[in-house]
C-alpha cells in the first residue's frame, strides 16, 4: 500500500542520515537535539505555572515528561530502534503500523533514528513530543511552542502593518482594477506569501527568525533567487472557473492553503486569502493547518485563531481593520479552518489517496491548491534523492487531487524541476544553496491537464 518503496522502478531512495555529512545527517546529529533541549527547557522554565495551575500533580506531570524527552534525545544520540507509540491519540495506531512498515521495508537492519529515512524520525520526533505531553496529564495540551511562535508574531508587527497598509491601498482602488492589475497585485502578494516561509523556527531551532524588513519593497531584489517561477500557471488555473456568460460569484475558485509556519508566514497567507476573496478571484478558501504543536512553528487551530484575535486588536488602523475583515470572512463561511491528522504524520503526500481517502476527497474540491513551505515540499517530492532536472510532475508520483503549486523556500536538500545544468550550477556558486532559503521556487501542476512534466 504504501508507496514509499525503494524497490519502484526509477524511483530515487529516501534522504537519510545514514549518509554521513549529509544535510538530513547534521539535522539529525545537531538540530534535532538541540530543539529537544530547548523544549525541555522550556517546559523546565514554566514548572512555576504548572504549579500554580494544577499544584502539585503539575510538578510531578512536568518532572515526568522531561524524563520521557531526555530519554528520547538519549536514544536520538545513541541510534536507537524507534519505539511504538504507547498513547492512545486518534493517530496512535496508523503510527505504529507505519513502523511496522518500515521495519518490513528495511528488512533485517534496526528502524532506527540514523538509518531510516529522514522525513519519517523529524516527524517523529514531534509525534513523540507530543506522546511525553498526553502520558502525563494535566499538562497534556500544552504547546511547547508557543512562546516562539507569539515572538515571532510581535516582532514581525513592523511589516504586518506595512503589508495592510497596501491591502488598503489595493481595496481602495479593486473595482476600477483591469485584468492585468489584478495580476500585477497577486503575483506581489503570492511572493510576499512565499518569501513569508523564510521566517521558519525549526530551521533555526528556535532562535529568532522574524520579519524586519518591508515584504513589498523587497520583492524585486528577491527575484533573481525564485529559481522556477510558475505564477503565470497558477494565475491561469485561478481564473479558469471563471467562464464567459456566468456571474463571478458563480464561477469564481476554491483556493486550498496547507498552511506551514505561524507568526509573519501566515500573516502574508492570510493577506493572500483575503486578496483572493476581495478581488472574487476566489469565492472561498479553506486553510489546513495541523492538529499539534509540530516542526517548532507550524500553524495549529489555536495559533490560526489567536492570530486573527491580535490583529484585530493591533494598535494600526489598517492592521486591526484587516483583522476585522478577517473575523468576517470566517464568520460568513467565506473562509474555514481544517486539520486532519494526515498532516501530522510521515506520509508522502501520493500516499494521501489510499491513507487518507477522506482528505484526498476535500482536496479535490478546490479549484487550486497552495502547498506552503518545506516540509510540504518534502511530503510532495517523498523526500527522495531526485535529480534536479527531474520533472515536479514525476516526483508527486501520482498525488494531484486538484491543480496544486508549492510555495517554498528551499531549506533542505530536495529540489526538482530545474533546468538541465542549473543544480550543478548553482552549487558551484553556492554549496549552501538548497538549506540556506536565500532560493525559493513557485511550482505549478495540473494532474488533470494532458501537460506532463
Partial sequence: MMAADRTVHGVPPSLSAKV??????LTVRDRMPTILTRVIDTIHRNKNKFFEEYGEEGIQAEKQTISLLSKMRNELLTDKPLLALTDSLQDTESWNQYLQRQQKLQG?????????????????????VQEALWLNPPISDYDVFNEG????????????MTLCTYMEGVNK???????????EHFNKLLQVSLWGNKCDLSISAGQDNSQKTSPIDSLD???????VNDSN???????????PGQSKKSTSARVDIVLDNSGFELFTDLVLA?????????????????????FVSDVTANDFQWTIRQTTAANHKWMSKSGVQWKSHLKEGTWSYH??????QPHEFCDMEADAPDLYATLQGADLVLFKGDLNYRKLTGDREWDHAAGFHAALRGFGPAPLCSLRTLKANVQVGLQPGQGEKLASQDPEWMTSGKYAVIQFDNAKSEHKD
Fill in 20 to 25: 554521513v555529512g549529509s544535510f538530513a545527517y
Fill in 233 to 243: 500557471r497558477v494565475w491561469s488555473a485561478l481564473i479558469s472557473p471563471q467562464r
Fill in 108 to 128: 533485517d537492519q534496526d528502524v532506527s533514528w540514523f538509518k531510516s529515512p529522514w522525513l519519517y524520525v523529524e516527524c517523529y520526533m514531534y509525534r513523540r
Fill in 149 to 160: 511562535k507569539t515572538q515571532s508574531f510581535f516582532e514581525s508587527q513592523q511589516a504586518m
Fill in 339 to 344: 486539520d486532519h491528522p494526515f498532516w501530522t
Fill in 274 to 294: 483575503d486578496f483572493l476573496v476581495s478581488s472574487h478571484l476566489a469565492h472561498e478558501v479553506h486553510f489546513h493547518g495541523k492538529s499539534l504543536p509540530w
Fill in 173 to 183: 482602488n479593486m473595482e476600477g482594477l483591469s485584468k492585468n492589475q489584478l495580476f
Fill in 221 to 227: 531584489s528577491l527575484q533573481p533567487f525564485i529559481l
